[in-house]
């Protein structure tokens, strides 16, 4: 593919998804850069996570592209077989909101990282790589026999994202993995996510409501509403200077002193008004 | 505090509360009043006990939880009153908003009969007249009445958090516990939410008890702001004063290490460690292993809550207040 500038390590190309007559996904395009960070953000019902469970290969597109390391993964180019479904799962992984529903609550977390390395690399020796894994995210020796039940909400989802990188994905899709964590834990996870960025080269996808979030760990945004984009840019650009009325009015809809709820409402509801017609 | 006030709607002294198994209370002198239309905030995060705190004015405790203290709702103690009197307060002049509307109602029933429900079961209130009093609230809470005739699973999350909002009221509470009432809605819909609080706030004159982990949610809509940690009220005073120069360690730590779109990106300042375990006694302050200013003191004895000087209404639990003070830690 000739292509100029950084590579992209994951490409989305006119993707579409309707569920009857609902569009979830309509003509939805982006980019993410190697070992870039890119955030879709919008709220319920944009179509921010189907657009994610897409890309991640849970969903199916009825139209459109993605593309990892330029390779396509959806449409004709997707061949079936186990080999193909493993090769597809190491190319780009998932951490989800809830630690607890996404790891087996009788499984310790050595066992868990073990499972996923013997299903993506048979024979290969594996005590070493689990170690690694959970030092790379700063869990200790301790942690390693617990079960999901004995660890707190931070830990589990440090479990969850060494089980995410143990098959060394290019892309890591997080869909509003730090929303259910208590702020200081959150900023441990923000910190520990940003950090192996920086040593891996490994691009994420992070899926959120939360614009704090977007604008701390992010260098690229993506607004969605109805299932279509309706801003997308660098970050800093696109929060210093929304182009949107949308963009606008999801700032505007941050808590901070002098924020008036009242205004807001209006807005909101002359926002959906002009998008009825 | 001024004697001339009237009777506080919610006034918790010296709220302690131990449960089995555990080597140091979940609740430890817990102080905390609401007045007649006054919004507080109760800040903190898991396991802080804001929630527990906020269920006391319900009597909701845990089984098996050894109780110290009082809980006074308009003057009377909810603690101490027979099961009679309890129920009156529990249907009638406490009303609780839980954070998911969707877990708050029953998915068979409609609308119309959740809202009625809890006066007609008490007998107070007919049926015709309860009906128009939800008609009312749901107005009251931007909705219309053919909302009454559907089912919850044909509404969206901000507009059954609003039902159940009215649901609350019904009842002409005295006093709202809202328990992150917001935490599952979109931003925009949680401006909505907070709107219709307020003004029902100054029509009703409730007073609103609101438990948040959200920092910037407590200071932009509170009075007054309580900061928990470990079962302790480790700060409490007027919002715009307590974020703008916090006293205690935590509420510092805790400003720092919130994304916010002002100030600088990158890396955020996290705490490190974890709040202290329900199965280890606590000699000292509570935060002390993970405080940056922490000294021997604070190991050994827990630090009692002081006023700011010359402030008064800005109190903190903390032997080192006055280092914070002036310090770049809103940064």
Redesign the interface.
Known sequence: MPENGPRNVLEVRGLRRAFGAVRAVDDVSFALPEAGSLGVVG??GSGKTTTARIVVGLERADEGEVLVRGRSRTGRGRTGGRAARLARAREVQMVFQDPYLSLDPRTGVEAALRETLRLHFPGRDHARRVRELLDQVGLGTRAADALPRQL???QRQRVAIARALAVEPAVLVLDEAVAAL???????I??LL?DIREQTGIGYLFIT?????V???TDEIVVMRHGAVVEQGRT?EV?TAPGHPYTR???E???????D??A??AA?RALQGVSAK | MNPTQPVPTLDIQGLKITLPGTARPVLDGVDLTVRAGETVALVGESGSGKSLTSRSALRLLPPGAVVEGAVRVGGEDVLAMDADRLCGVRAGSVAMVFQDPRAAVNPLRRIGDFLTESVTLTGATSRTDATARAVELLGAVGLDESVLRKYPGQVSGGMLQRVVIAAALMGDPVLLLADEPTTALDVTSQAEVIALLATLRERFGTGLLFVTHDLDLAAAISDRVHVMYAGRIVETGPAEDLFARPRHPYTAALLASTPRMEGPRGRLAAIEGQPPDLREPLHGCAFATRCPLATEVCDQRAPLPAAAPGRPEHRAACHHSDLLEGSAVDA
């Open positions: 709220e319920s707190s909400g931070g208590d702020v200081s834990v959150q900023a441990q923000l910190n940003a409501h939360d614009l704090g979030v604008r701390c760990v800093q929060l009015l999801l700032l809809s941050v808590p901070r002193p002098g924020w709820p009242q807001i409402a909101r």
